[in-house]
C-alpha cells in the first residue's frame, strides 16, 4: 500500500496504545486487600456492637500478560530492490500489572532477499538491525536480539516500539519475501532470565500468573518485507526489407517486400528492439533506458517505427532510448532501419 497511507494506520495505532490510561493495569502486585465485618446483638436490653469483628484479605497476585503485535497494515511492508532503511515497526505492550522487562528475539525465516542481522545499525546493504523507542517520535535505540537481551522494565499499561530496519539488496527480484517471526518473554525483575509462573504463595504473598493469550509467557508476531519490482525483458531481431537489387530501393519509407531474405549487399534491413515489463510484475520500471551500436557492415538509414519510447537518440551508429514509465503488461518497441555495406 502506499507509504503515507501505511504511516497513517501506524500512527493512529500507535497514538491509541500510548494513550491507554493507568487504571488499565488494575492493583500492583503485593498491595493487601482487607476488609472488616461488624457484629451487632442485644443483650440484657442493650445494644452491643462488635467493629472489626471478622476479617479477611488478600494480597493482589501479579498478572503476567503482554501483547505483541505489527504496526504495519497486513503485516507487510513492500520495498523496492536497493532501496535503504526500510522499517517494519511492531509494538510490545505490558498489560500486566507491574513493570516488566523483557527479552525480543528476531528471525528471518522464509528468506529470500538473504538479509543478515547487524546488531551495530550500520545499515549495509543486505543487512537489518533491530532498534526500540520509548514513544512514538523517540530517539531508536539499538538492541540486539541475540541471546537473552533486556528492554529493560516497561511499566504496566507501557509500551516499547520494535523497529527492524533494512536495506534491501539491488538483486532482489520481484515478489522476493522475508519474513520475520518476532517474539517477547518477560524477563525476571533483575532481567538475567525468564520470568517464570509462581504458585502457591498463599494469601500473604505474591504469586505470578501468566495470562498472555498463550498463557506460557511467549508472544509471537510475524512480519515481512515484500519486493515489487518490474519483471523487464528485451528482445532484438532484424529481417530483410528488401534486398534491394537494383539498387532503387528508398529504405527509409519503402514498403517490405515479399520474400525478401538475402542479407546482400545494399539490402535494407530493419532491427526491431522491444521492451517488456511483464503482465504480473510488482510495480512499474521507470527511467528505463538502452543503448544499442549498430555492427559494423551496416549503415543507419532511418527511424522506421517509434511506439512508446519519450526520446530517441542517434548518434552515428549509437541508437538510444528512454522510457520514463512502463506499467505493468506494457511494451515500447522501435524498427531501426539501416543499409547492409
Known amino acids: 500500500m502506499p507509504r503515507d497511507t501505511r504511516t497513517l494506520f501506524s500512527a493512529a495505532l500507535l497514538m491509541g496504545a500510548f494513550a491507554q490510561g493507568a487504571s488499565a493495569a488494575g492493583a500492583p502486585p503485593g498491595e493487601i486487600v482487607s476488609n472488616s465485618m461488624t457484629l451487632s446483638y442485644e443483650t440484657g436490653g442493650d445494644t452491643i456492637t462488635q467493629e472489626e469483628a471478622a476479617e479477611a484479605s488478600f494480597t493482589v497476585d501479579q498478572r503476567l500478560s503482554f501483547t505483541f503485535a505489527s504496526l504495519e497494515d497486513g503485516g507487510t511492508v513492500n520495498v523496492e ?15 500486566g500489572n507491574a513493570a516488566v522487562p523483557f527479552d525480543i528475539d528476531v528471525a528471518a525465516v522464509a528468506d529470500q532477499l538473504g538479509l543478515t542481522l547487524d546488531p551495530g545499525g550500520g545499515g549495509e546493504e543486505g543487512t537489518y538491525s533491530v532498534f526500540l523507542l520509548d514513544e512514538p517520535g523517540g530517539t531508536a535505540v539499538a538492541y540486539d536480539p541475540s541471546g537473552v537481551v533486556s528492554t529493560g522494565p516497561i511499566p504496566a499499561d507501557g509500551s516499547r516500539i520494535v523497529v527492524i530496519r533494512a536495506t534491501i539488496p539491488r538483486s532482489a527480484g520481484d515478489g522476493a519475501l522475508t519474513s520475520f517471526e518476532v517474539s517477547a518473554a518477560p524477563l525476571t525483575p533483575g532481567g538475567g532470565g525468564t520470568q517464570g509462573a509462581v504458585r502457591g504463595q498463599g494469601l500473604g504473598a505474591v504469586d505470578i500468573v501468566y495470562a498472555d493469550e498463550g498463557e ?55 532491427y526491431t528492439i522491444t521492451l517488456s515489463n511483464a503482465p504480473e510484475a510488482g510495480s512499474p520500471a521507470t527511467f528505463l533506458q538502452f543503448n544499442d551500436t549498430l555492427p559494423e557492415g551496416v549503415t543507419f538509414d532511418s527511424v522506421a517505427v517509434n511506439n512508446g519510447f519519450d526520446e530517441l537518440d542517434v548518434e552515428g551508429a549509437m541508437i538510444s532510448g528512454a522510457v520514463a514509465t512502463l506499467a505493468p503488461g506494457s511494451s515500447a518497441f522501435v524498427r531501426i532501419r539501416a543499409t547492409v555495406d
Do not use: H, M, W
Request: hydrophobic share 40%; proline share 7%.
Open 216 to 270: 506460557d509467557g511467549t508472544v509471537l508476531s510475524e512480519t515481512s518485507y515484500q519486493v515489487l519490482a518490474p519483471q523487464l525483458t528485451a528482445a532484438k531481431d532484424v529481417v530483410v526489407v528488401s534486398e534491394n537489387r537494383s539498387g532503387e530501393f528508398s529504405c527509409s519509407g519503402g514498403a517490405p517486400e515479399p520474400d525478401a531474405e538475402a542479407f546482400i549487399p545494399g539490402a535494407c534491413i530493419e
Open 81 to 95: 530492490p536497493g532501496a535503504a532503511a526500510q522499517e517494519i515497526r511492531l509494538i510490545l505492550t505490558n498489560t
